[in-house]
């Protein structure tokens, strides 16, 4: 729950405090005599005074209200999600929502979603059923009995009393960033802390993050071929693609440099995807671990007590039949070179496309689940590292042919997804790919609409796990 909604409620007592203590500094402000009050005359001035000073208060109480509400600022005249600019008022106003659809305003703490006026109710969470008579998720229990969604619910039947408390995650929930600052503010305002970027060395880029920072983000930034100057296309690199080593060390410590505000870094992002090959780093392991412990001093001589994230999204699923085992093979050999000194965890990458559920079967008989367990073990026992899941998703419309995705589908992979990787506690963080989505590859992974910025129901699957973070 974001501080907005806890702080609302004391300001109108702030306000009748502040009147209150008006009326008793009134003959002391203008040196008049009380009985002076009590005259017609002294009631003209008091009654033109304290007009002022209530219209004075209200506007300021006003605009304490809107700076307390991240989701009624203004910039530039934009309005976050779910609110329009009225020029008349000079003020973001909530847009009116049908009412089948109000749960899904920004301030609602219910986790379901609609599409169009329908309610779909397949987007509830593990341990939680549809209530079509409240359009609501409930949670399960094992009584008849039902209890609506709250911290801690007691429920009572015949027999049993039961004390009901909401499932919390020692884990974090996050997204990749996109940097667009409208949705970062509206991302934040819906209580997410961490957020995951390229690092370019670039005025726009440092100025983007510390503002973000500002505002409550934490960033993990990824050192890697935008780094280094090196423009990657999806076939491949195209400019600035013969760095070196050195120039791998002088570009790590200028962005260490020029982003303070920066405490988590991650070595390169998916060292081993052809696309993403360049100068370097050319798929050879001892590279790599070069790479990693070149930047493992920098980084630690600026800031001991940052954290360096190792292997970039190793792959959590085979597309193939041998992308696991090749990755795997790739970076036991960097871990064999001495790793484990200059890496606090690594980064694994779960795509599974096209797979959309976890209890359909892939390789060998083998259930999703089961596929993305026996790697996960594999890296665990490799490292003994905490993990964090830095690229997950899937898309909520066509992508794979012959795959029908809907956001829908989008929305109940999310929660199979985040409930799997929430039951291992050696998985730390778990990083959503991507709050808006990519329209130029025909594919859209985002949380919100591409075109409407409008939230999908995975959204709000999303916001029911970032609720229940215990940190």
């Not at 007592?13 to 009326?23: K, Q």
């Not at 790919?433 to 075109?451: E, K, P, Q, S």
Request: charged share 10%; proline share 4%; net charge neutral.
């Amino acid at each position: 729950m974001s501080t907005t909604s806890r702080n609302r409620t004391s300001t109108p007592n702030a306000l009748l405090g502040l009147v209150s203590n008006v009326f008793k500094l009134l003959p002391q402000i203008f040196n008049m005599p009380e009985s002076l009050i009590e005259q017609n005359e002294g009631r003209k001035h008091v009654l033109i005074i304290v007009s002022v000073l209530l219209a004075v208060i209200a506007i300021g109480g006003f605009a304490g209200f809107a700076v307390l509400n991240h989701r009624t600022s203004i910039e530039n005249q934009v309005c976050v999600p779910f609110y329009y600019y009225n020029s008349t008022a000079n003020r973001c106003q909530p847009q009116t929502i049908s009412p089948a659809c109000a749960p899904n305003h920004p301030n609602a703490k219910i986790y379901f979603a609609c599409s169009g006026t329908n309610v779909t109710p397949d987007i509830c969470p593990n341990n939680y059923t549809f209530n079509s008579a409240k359009s609501q998720c409930i949670i399960n229990t094992n009584t008849t009995t039902l209890s609506s969604v709250t911290s801690t619910s007691v429920i009572t039947s015949a027999t049993t009393t039961i004390n009901v408390v909401k499932p919390k995650f020692s884990q974090q929930f996050c997204l990749n960033g996109d940097q667009n600052a409208t949705v970062m503010r509206y991302a934040i305002a819906n209580g997410v802390k961490c957020f995951r970027a390229d690092i370019y060395i670039s005025e726009a880029e440092m100025n983007f993050i510390a503002n973000a920072t500002k505002a409550g983000a934490q960033y993990i930034g990824i050192l890697d071929y935008a780094t280094v100057g090196a423009q990657i296309s999806r076939y491949g690199c195209i400019s600035g693609c013969n760095w070196t080593l050195d120039t791998w060390n002088a570009s790590v410590a200028t962005a260490v440099a020029d982003y303070p505000e920066i405490h988590v870094w991650e070595i390169y992002n998916e060292p081993l995807e052809p696309n993403f090959v360049s100068g370097y780093e050319n798929r050879n392991a001892s590279h790599y671990f070069n790479m990693i412990k070149s930047a493992y001093s920098i980084i630690k001589k600026s800031n001991p007590n940052a954290t360096i994230v190792c292997f970039g999204g190793a792959q959590i699923f085979s597309f193939s039949s041998n992308t696991v085992p090749y990755e795997f093979s790739f970076y036991k050999q960097v871990w064999q070179y001495g790793a484990a000194k200059y890496c606090d965890a690594i980064s694994l990458h779960a795509y599974s496309q096209p797979y959309y559920n976890f209890s359909q079967i892939v390789y060998n008989g083998e259930t999703l689940e089961q596929s993305y367990n026996n790697t996960l073990n594999m890296y665990e026992n490799l490292t003994g590292k905490p993990i964090w899941i830095t690229e997950t998703g899937i898309p909520s419309n066509n992508w794979t042919a012959g795959v029908n995705y809907s956001e829908q589908k989008q929305a109940a992979f999310l929660r199979q997804d985040f409930d799997f990787f929430a039951s291992h506690q050696f998985v730390k963080r778990i990083y959503w790919f991507h709050l808006i989505g990519y329209a130029n590859r025909g594919a859209d992974l985002g949380l919100l609409n591409i075109t409407t910025m409008q939230p999908k129901p995975a959204w709000y699957s999303f916001l029911y796990f970032v609720d229940n973070e215990t940190n």
